[in-house]
C-alpha cells in the first residue's frame, strides 16, 4: 500500500487549502482515512478521521472548519481546511488503517502547511 499526499502550501491567515491522499494497493473495504498533523518540536496529532462507511471524527480544534471526505471509487482522501489558523501550521499525514482480522497501518509522506501572514 503507498500513500500520496498533495496540496499543502502557505496561505494567510482566515484561508483556505485542500489536502488530497490517493491510496493504492490492497485496500480493504473496511478501513479509516485521516489526517493527523505534527507541528515542529511537537507530538503528531489527529486532525481528522473516516470509516469507509462515512463515519467522521474531528479533533477539537479543527471542529467547525475542517472538512474531511473520501471518494472510495478513487481510494482517495480529502481535508477542506477553512479559516486557517497559524496554530494549524504543520506538516500534515495522511493515514490509512486497513480492518480485517489484524488491523495495519500505513503513512503518507506528508505535505507542508503554513499558515502565516
Known amino acids: 500500500v503507498q500513500l500520496q499526499a498533495s496540496g499543502g502550501g502557505l496561505v494567510q491567515p482566515g484561508g483556505s487549502l485542500r489536502l488530497s491522499c490517493a491510496a493504492s494497493?490492497?485496500?480493504?473495504?473496511?478501513?479509516?482515512m485521516g489526517w493527523y498533523r505534527q507541528a515542529r518540536g511537537q507530538e503528531r496529532e489527529l486532525v481528522a478521521t473516516i470509516m469507509s462507511g462515512g463515519s467522521t471524527n474531528y479533533a477539537d480544534s479543527v471542529k467547525d472548519r475542517f472538512a474531511i471526505s473520501r471518494d472510495n471509487d478513487k481510494n482517495t482522501v480529502y481535508l477542506q481546511m477553512n479559516n486557517l489558523r497559524p496554530e494549524d501550521t504543520g506538516v500534515y499525514y495522511c493515514r490509512l488503517d486497513r480492518v480485517g482480522f489484524l488491523t495495519d497501518t500505513y503513512w503518507g509522506q506528508g505535505t507542508q502547511v503554513t499558515v502565516s501572514s
Open positions: 494497493g490492497t485496500i480493504f473495504n473496511l478501513n479509516i
